[in-house]
């Protein structure tokens, strides 16, 4: 009976409708090493739709040493033409020798986006883009959820079967 209630408590746990969070990744770079005014700049981005990341880092060339942007902002829109461009402060992280400037850009809706990254300072400035496509964030609806427990369920519902019949086979053997 403790067997058939510890099953049966495993079995209700597992088809719960709660949303399970997969793996979405770290940032992956879009723009490495260009020259923008004084800087080489790398962007770097988490593009999940809703909020995604977007990492802007400068870099000094070798040899010089220009000060940091002033200001940084990465401007977004959808490559379908469905919204205006929309534009988010970065703010700086980090130490001031290897500093990157981070911000969040709303995406509300899937598909291909423009990333534009301007920097700006006392020595120059100048921008960046890229095309990024924005993606879910990982977050298993209630049917993804079923269809990726299923192998799961089948083992189970083989295994209880397995285990039934041999649990008959004894009972039958023992009665001889």
Same mark, same amino acid.
């Given at each position: 009976?403790?067997?058939?209630?510890?099953?049966?408590? $495993?079995?209700?746990?597992?088809l %719960?409708?709660?949303?399970?969070?997969?793996?979405?990744?770290?940032? @992956?770079?879009?723009? &490495?090493?260009?020259?923008?005014?004084?800087? !080489?700049?790398?962007? #770097?981005?988490?593009?999940?739709?809703?909020?995604?990341?977007? @990492?802007?880092?400068?870099? !000094?060339?070798?040899g010089r040493?220009?000060?940091?942007?002033?200001?940084?902002?990465?401007?977004?829109?959808?490559?379908?033409g469905?919204?205006?461009?929309?534009?988010?402060?970065?703010?700086?992280?980090?130490?001031?020798?290897?500093?990157?400037?981070? !911000?969040?850009?709303? @995406?509300?809706?899937?598909?291909?986006?423009?990333?534009?990254? !301007?920097?700006?300072?006392?020595?120059?400035?100048?921008?960046?883009?890229a095309?990024?496509?924005?993606?879910?964030?990982?977050?298993?609806g209630p049917?993804?959820?079923? $269809?990726?427990?299923?192998?799961?369920?089948? &083992?189970?519902? %083989? #295994?209880?079967?397995?285990?039934?019949?041999?649990?008959?086979?004894a009972?039958?053997?023992?009665?001889?």
């Amino acid at each position: 009976m403790k067997q058939r209630l510890t099953l049966f408590a $495993l079995l209700l746990a597992g088809l %719960l409708p709660a949303a399970a969070r997969a793996h979405a990744g770290p940032p @992956f770079p879009i723009v &490495v090493d260009r020259p923008v005014g004084p800087w !080489t700049v790398s962007v #770097w981005t988490d593009p999940d739709i809703g909020t995604g990341l977007v @990492f802007v880092i400068p870099e !000094t060339p070798e040899g010089r040493r220009p000060s940091a942007p002033a200001s940084v902002r990465v401007g977004a829109r959808p490559m379908d033409g469905g919204l205006p461009e929309a534009f988010y402060e970065a703010e700086p992280q980090g130490r001031p020798e290897d500093v990157r400037y981070v !911000t969040k850009v709303k @995406f509300d809706h899937g598909g291909m986006w423009r990333l534009r990254a !301007t920097l700006d300072g006392p020595q120059g400035g100048g921008s960046v883009a890229a095309e990024v496509e924005a993606t879910p964030d990982g977050v298993l609806g209630p049917w993804e959820l079923g $269809l990726y427990l299923l192998p799961f369920l089948a &083992v189970g519902f %083989l #295994w209880g079967k397995a285990m039934l019949r041999r649990r008959a086979h004894a009972a039958g053997q023992g009665s001889v």
